[in-house]
């Protein structure tokens, strides 16, 4: 029970990240590249403490660095400015279905054996994405923003597919954080769009270090010591819930709307998810 409930929580403060996120660029509190600034720059503060308690040092070295900096950064950045425009559950959505897709091609490119359910999996995934995005009546947001979001999902899945190689993973999280948020400030300087036009309220900039520091490090720190408890599977399925929890937070605290294609595209999505799961199994 105690194991499952701990899941739970992981799972909501996934979620909860698309929710802060979006409450914080919709209500005019701050901009996108501001909050994924502090939000990085909190979160690699808290981790770095959390492994200087536990270890007594922080090595910032280690196997496939670049690549995790360079894609948390890409995931950070893209993430805060697809939701100028998207929800909370259809970003959370885009993100979830394109990490899965990234990870699948990944896979095919490492030569990788792929059952023929893992490809049907996929496709169905990433149909789902495509009709949700597809312009037109009834299209679930903005495509350039839907794009933006799909960028996020790639730099989260490369980032997944290098920590995979990268050692201990809460102390090689908090190097890749520590390292990003250099990276992100930079980037704010030099943009050439002033993406941050309006001035960043206390609340905005409290509801990114809370983005930073609680459902991204200490999350992301739960989570790491609840996996190994539990079996790949069971892992993977669990994160199906996230999109959902973030619909429904979306719903619940920021007004946003469910439609019939939103409905549709889901269960395609996470169908298609659960399906190519079912087959790595």
Avoid at 26 to 44: H, K, Q, T, W, Y
Avoid at 170 to 194: D, E, I, K, Q, S
Avoid at 264 to 274: C, E, I, M, P
Wanted: aromatic share 8%; charged share 10%; glycine share 12%.
């Amino acid at each position: 029970m105690r194991l499952l409930l701990l899941t739970s929580l992981v799972m909501v403060a996934f979620a909860a990240n698309s929710v802060l996120n979006r409450a914080a660029l919709a209500g005019g509190e701050i901009g996108p590249l501001d909050f994924a600034v502090i939000r990085v720059a909190s979160g690699a503060l808290a981790l770095a403490l959390l492994v200087l308690w536990r270890d007594r040092r922080l090595s910032l070295l280690g196997p496939h660095r670049v690549a995790g900096v360079l894609s948390l950064s890409l995931y950070m950045l893209a993430f805060s400015v697809a939701y100028v425009a998207l929800d909370a559950g259809v970003g959370a959505l885009i993100l979830f279905g394109g990490v899965q897709v990234t990870m699948f091609a990944g896979a095919v490119l490492a030569r990788e054996a792929m059952p023929a359910r893992r490809w049907l999996g996929a496709a169905v995934a990433f149909a789902g994405l495509v009709w949700l995005l597809w312009p037109g009546r009834g299209a679930a947001g903005s495509p350039l923003h839907g794009g933006l979001m799909g960028m996020a999902a790639l730099g989260w899945g490369i980032y997944s597919l290098a920590g995979r190689h990268s050692g201990e993973p809460l102390r090689a999280t908090a190097a890749n954080f520590v390292l990003a948020a250099p990276l992100c400030g930079f980037v704010l300087l030099v943009a050439p769009m002033r993406l941050d036009a309006l001035p960043a309220t206390p609340f905005g900039i409290g509801l990114a270090v809370v983005s930073g520091v609680v459902t991204s490090a200490m999350g992301y720190a739960l989570w790491y010591s609840v996996l190994p408890r539990l079996a790949a599977s069971i892992a993977a399925v669990a994160q199906l819930t996230v999109p959902v929890i973030a619909l429904a937070g979306g719903v619940a605290f920021l007004g946003e709307s469910v439609t019939a294609k939103l409905v549709a595209a889901s269960v395609l999505v996470l169908g298609g998810v659960a399906l190519s799961v079912a087959a790595r199994r």
